[in-house]
């Protein structure tokens, strides 16, 4: 399996990225996920979302899909889009250290 450096921190990923321990984690790893990714600086409602996902994950055992996320994060969908685009779901999980969610492409 291929290996990213995070925040000094060597974290073991798939072909796409998501984390493969979502143990490995921890929030100054997020920032910099974000960027490779084309996101700019984290704001608090990236933030919002990224805590939820981690949330939901440690509850669930999965990340929510986009749907499940505009109902319960407290960010719409629109939002989720604009602070996470090109699917926030998928893009949201691998920021928050945790493994594709069910049903994303």
Same mark, same amino acid.
């Given at each position: 399996?291929?290996?990213?450096?995070?925040?000094?921190?060597?974290?073991? $990923?798939?072909?796409?990225?998501?984390?493969?321990?979502?143990? *490995?984690?921890?929030?100054?790893?997020?920032?910099?996920?974000?960027?490779?990714?084309?996101?700019?600086?984290?704001?608090?409602?990236?933030? *919002?979302?990224?805590?939820?996902?981690?949330?939901?994950?440690?509850?669930?055992?999965?990340?929510?899909? $986009?749907?499940?996320?505009?109902?319960?994060?407290?960010?719409?969908?629109?939002?989720?889009? *604009?602070?996470?685009?090109?699917?926030?779901?998928?893009?949201?999980?691998?920021?928050?250290?945790?493994?594709?969610?069910?049903?994303?492409?």
């Amino acid at each position: 399996m291929p290996t990213k450096l995070y925040a000094g921190t060597e974290v073991t $990923v798939t072909d796409e990225g998501f984390f493969t321990d979502p143990g *490995q984690w921890n929030e100054d790893m997020a920032p910099e996920i974000a960027r490779e990714a084309g996101i700019g600086d984290l704001s608090a409602r990236h933030w *919002q979302v990224i805590e939820f996902m981690r949330t939901e994950f440690a509850e669930k055992g999965s990340g929510p899909t $986009v749907r499940a996320l505009g109902k319960t994060s407290g960010v719409s969908v629109k939002e989720l889009y *604009q602070l996470f685009p090109k699917g926030p779901a998928k893009l949201a999980a691998r920021i928050a250290g945790i493994p594709k969610p069910r049903g994303c492409i």
